[in-house]
């Protein structure tokens, strides 16, 4: 009985002491329930509701994220694509997708396609803009800072039109049309620029809108000179549609990248700690403690003239009975690294990336790599038509310039707004006016549907045997078909198959007989004798 007491007794003076977290409350309709201490309860909420007002003070009276608050984003962002692995696999990844196959831009009228391609060759923007390397660049740019904010510099005697991009954190603010927050006017930048004779000078520039630059403008807005002559021309990725700043895409993986770094290295702590000693050795006694030490203890390698240097690799261990060394196993180890999954699945999943991805093969397989693959594609194809959007709208204000200054014919007509729209001249030869359309193609993102690509284009063109005819005329055809097997310079290639710019038909055929599968034929043929003529000419 005495001792049933005492065990009562300090159960009683555990649940006293409890007390001070958890409560038992009665409720008639449920017994009792365990529910957390007001104290507690009120410091959980008081946490959660300092994280609310540190997050929300960052965010304007407007409703989007401060300058200060995006700025710091864009300068972390860039920090842990230089160190963190997983942000640095997760945008190289996307821009390898993206552009690592490179890009066919073509204008489809050949006037117009001569005033592109000068524009894509020209040696200044290549190094900002139109080479493999600029575009790769801009596009990890875009996903780190989120904005990037096309400057052009134009000769308006030639229409020579030359492109670069303003560093974000100079760009202070975007004054917007006050009745529609979409329509961008001026972007307000301060910058230092170091002078012939080493003075810094801040320089606050108002650059006008490229598609505001008709309006009446003002001499200043806000202390910043206004400068029509460069108008800039801002893509933006990450941010609310009402949001005038884009924000990093890498954002959402960064504390989870960061927490599995840190991870990381917390393991690899506990790994050092636990092979601090490699072997256990049990002696018979105490006695043969001194001896072994005196035999084991020494501080250089082998080589280094120590009278007791280690034994070798591949020593052999001879054990008088009663004395046994074993290794110390850490096979077992509380923490493993396999532990850290779900962060790296957090940060993955903000990267919207699979986890195949990130260096762990054995999480899928065949099968589920095309599974995987699907969204993955989806995303990369849309990345690819909004480049595509953006390619076409700088080219389409190249050829803008290049009708006023005369080396193109047409006209450019100022919509009530100020937006400008060019109509170009009518082809004598067709009586039409002449097409400025720009095609900005991409290669198939996966190999694997290269088989499926090439059977669907020849059932395409040939109906399967079917009728009507001419569903496909020959030259769109082998584009597709050389888009599909990858040719680098897919337009030099067709070019050498069509230089008249025409479908060329089967010899002795009418062009209103001939059917679809004879043009097929015949566009193969052509196809095949013209690599063949290059891979000679390239031996």
């Known amino acids: ?57 960052s965010f304007g009276g407007d409703g989007e994220l401060s300058r200060d608050a995006i700025q710091k984003i864009g300068r972390f962002a860039r920090l842990y694509w230089l160190k963190n692995p997983l942000v640095r696999s997760g945008v190289d ?18 006037e117009v396609n001569e005033v592109v391609q000068a524009f894509l060759d020209d040696a200044q923007n290549r190094v900002e803009f139109t080479s493999h390397q600029a575009r790769m660049q801009k596009e990890t740019d875009l996903r780190l800072s989120g904005n990037l904010f ?47 004779d080493g003075r810094v000078v801040l320089e606050r520039i108002a650059h006008v809108d490229w598609r505001h630059t008709g309006a009446d403008l003002p001499e200043a807005v806000r202390g910043y000179r206004v400068d029509a002559e460069h108008p800039v021309y801002h893509v933006k990725v990450g941010g609310f549609g009402e949001m005038r700043f884009g924000v990093s895409e890498v954002y959402p993986a960064l504390d989870w990248a960061k927490a ?35 035999r084991l203890g020494t501080t250089l390698g082998p080589g280094t003239g120590e009278s007791n240097p280690p034994p070798v690799t591949g020593s052999t261990f001879i054990a008088a009975p009663g004395v046994d060394l074993s290794p110390v196993r850490i ?27 990130f260096g762990d093969t054995q999480a899928g397989s065949l099968a589920t790599a095309k599974s995987l693959d699907r969204p993955t594609e989806l995303r ?12 076409q709208d700088i080219l389409g ?5 290049a ?85 680098d310079d897919v337009d030099s290639v067709l070019d050498k198959l069509y230089p008249d710019g025409e479908d060329a038909a089967p010899e002795g055929a009418n062009r209103g007989e001939v059917n679809t599968e004879a043009m097929m034929v015949a566009a193969v043929r052509e196809m095949r004798e013209a690599l063949r003529g290059m891979a000679g000419g390239e031996r």
């Not at 990369?380 to 390619?391: D, G, I, K």
């Not at 204000?397 to 310039?401: A, D, M, R, S, T």
């Open 93 to 110: 990844t996307q821009a390898h997708y993206v552009f690592g196959q490179d890009v066919t831009i073509r204008a489809v009228d050949p």
């Open 403 to 487: 009708v006023q200054t005369g080396k193109l014919s047409g006209q450019v007509i100022e919509e009530p707004d100020g937006t400008p729209r060019v109509e170009l001249a009518v082809d004598p030869e067709t009586g039409e006016p002449r097409d400025a359309t720009v095609r900005v193609e991409f290669p198939p993102i996966l190999e694997h549907d290269v088989p499926e690509r090439v059977g669907a284009i020849v059932d395409a063109a040939t109906l399967r045997g079917q009728a009507p005819a001419q569903a496909l005329d020959a030259s769109t055809v082998s584009r597709l078909l050389l888009q599909a097997l990858g040719v």
């Open 260 to 294: 599995y770094k840190s991870f990381l290295e917390d393991w690899a702590t506990l790994a050092r700690a636990y092979s601090r000693f490699a072997h256990k050795l049990t002696l018979p006694s105490t006695a043969a403690i001194p001896a072994a030490r005196a």
């Open 380 to 391: 990369m194809r849309a990345r690819q038509t909004f480049w595509a959007e953006v390619h």
């Open 397 to 401: 204000y190249v050829i803008e310039w």
């Open 150 to 196: 096309f400057c052009f510099f134009i000769d308006r005697r030639t229409g020579r039109v030359l492109v670069r991009t303003i560093p974000p954190d100079e760009v202070d603010e975007i004054v917007c049309n006050p009745e529609d927050i979409k329509e961008p006017w001026f972007y307000l930048r301060a910058h230092s620029q170091v002078e012939t």
């Open 1 to 57: 009985m005495e001792g049933l007491r005492e065990t009562a007794t300090r159960l009683l003076g555990a649940l006293v002491g409890a007390a001070a977290s958890v409560s038992v409350a009665p409720d008639i309709s449920r017994g009792y329930e365990m529910r957390e201490s007001i104290p507690e309860l009120e410091m959980s909420l008081a946490e959660e509701d300092a994280e609310w007002v540190q997050f929300s003070a």
């Open 331 to 357: 096979g077992g180890a509380n923490v493993s690294a396999e532990d850290g999954r779900r962060m790296l699945l957090m940060a993955a999943a903000a990267l919207g990336l699979p986890e195949t991805f």
